[in-house]
């Protein structure tokens, strides 16, 4: 069994951290826990007190990338998953991937689908899930999942890897393992990077994951300050000519809706 740690990324004092953690230590099968932070404060620390998880701090201000390489680099195993403090994960996260490498060695990025945690808000992104599920479904063809061309494929109409559900082969792939100029869509960037190296991308179609929308999200954030339809433009001007750009953006703007 490959040793896998949850780096969790801990960002001042959210009122979701606690559960995440419980999440994480309901685990069916063996991993590490460590919380990494670039806000230490005592509201972490006592968090890392009560479930015994090392803290480490990254200096500097907090950005998005640095923190996700920072949790990345931290990780002393071969498996990271850089873990949301908003998120949940069923208790079987972990021995599916360990299922999924004993299966193909040569993985080097699992995923899986998500829950929404509020079931008020499933009825409100139940059709964007449903296209990212559809998006993905080329990755069902796991025996050709190693070639670039299919990995790309289901990147072109958008992003539709729930990037908390991913995990790494942190010895195949180096450090960084993120390195983009953008700040909403450097997962889709880094995604995109990543179809171009060796190694299979596997995707179990099951709610790993439970991904909680909320006030204070980034990517909220994002949509309200036109950062991400400008960086969304950009990731599809590498793919496309730019008049379909502009049809694909017509269409895609529609998901903003859901953070409504």
């Known amino acids: 069994m490959l040793s896998h740690t949850f780096a969790i990324c801990a960002y001042q ?31 972490i620390q006592a968090l890392a007190d009560i479930y015994d998880i090392p803290v480490y701090v990254r200096e500097g201000k907090s950005d998005i990338q640095e923190d996700w390489n920072f949790a990345y680099h931290m990780a002393a195993s071969r498996l990271v998953t850089i873990a949301h403090q908003d998120d949940c994960y069923h208790k ?30 499933v009825q409100q992104r139940g059709m964007m899930l449903f296209i990212k599920h559809l998006l993905r479904l080329p990755l069902q063809l796991t025996f050709w ?33 993120f390195d983009s100029s953008f700040k909403f869509a450097l997962d889709w960037d880094t995604m995109w990077k990543l179809a171009g190296r060796p190694g299979r991308f596997v995707c179990v179609e099951k709610p790993l994951l439970y991904y909680r929308i909320h006030e204070g999200a980034t990517t909220k ?24 750009v502009k049809i694909l953006m017509f269409f895609y703007q529609k998901a903003y809706q859901a953070y409504d």
């Open 13 to 43: 004092d959210s009122p979701y951290l606690e559960a995440c953690i419980q999440s994480l230590r309901r685990q069916s099968a063996a991993s590490r826990i460590i919380l990494c932070t670039s806000t230490p404060g005592s509201y």
């Open 92 to 121: 079987d996260y972990v021995k599916s991937l360990q299922a999924a490498w004993a299966k193909y060695p040569d993985t080097t990025v699992f995923m899986t689908d998500c829950g929404i945690m509020k079931k008020e808000q």
């Open 145 to 177: 999942a190693n070639r670039e061309g299919l990995k790309k494929l289901i990147l072109r109409l958008g992003n539709p890897v729930i990037c908390p559900s991913c995990t790494y082969d942190k010895e195949a792939l180096g450090e960084p393992l």
């Open 221 to 244: 954030a994002c949509i309200q300050n036109h950062q991400r339809s400008w960086e969304e433009a950009a990731m599809y001007e590498k793919m496309w000519p730019k008049p379909i």
